[in-house]
């Protein structure tokens, strides 16, 4: 098992910054994929970024490309989620997630263990 835990969520104003973070700890794997997701009240869970096991391919959700910027350090078992500019819409529950499987995954099924969520809220 891999238990996952956000930190770094909070009301922001537009325009502003948060670092997200995500610590994984338990059974460790060779290679996997790390994700973050979001939520916001009312609507299906969507991807946002998620990044290879060595850093070197990052892919994002259109709406985010160029304000958000995902990295890991493995050493720490750690993923990361700078997100600036934010925008009322960015206001969600975010969410890691780690994928098993190759490729570049970016369907909530493609993830084997999700974190319990942290809240992001921003305000306009």
């Known amino acids: 098992q891999v238990q996952l835990v956000e930190s770094g969520g909070g009301l922001v104003q537009a325009g502003g910054s948060l670092r997200l973070s995500c610590a994984a700890s338990?059974?460790?794997?060779?290679?996997?994929?790390m994700g973050w997701f979001r939520q916001a009240p009312g609507k299906e869970r969507e991807f946002v970024a998620a990044i290879s096991w060595t850093g070197g391919r990052t892919y994002y959700t259109d709406s985010v490309k160029g304000r958000f910027s995902i990295s890991r350090d493995n050493a720490k078992n750690t993923v990361y989620l700078q997100m600036n500019s934010l925008k009322s819409e960015d206001t969600a529950a975010y969410y890691c997630a780690v994928s098993l499987r190759g490729g570049q995954p970016v369907l909530s099924n493609e993830y084997d263990y999700w974190g319990p969520g942290t809240q992001v809220t921003v305000s306009s």
């Open positions: 338990g059974r460790t794997f060779r290679s996997y994929v």
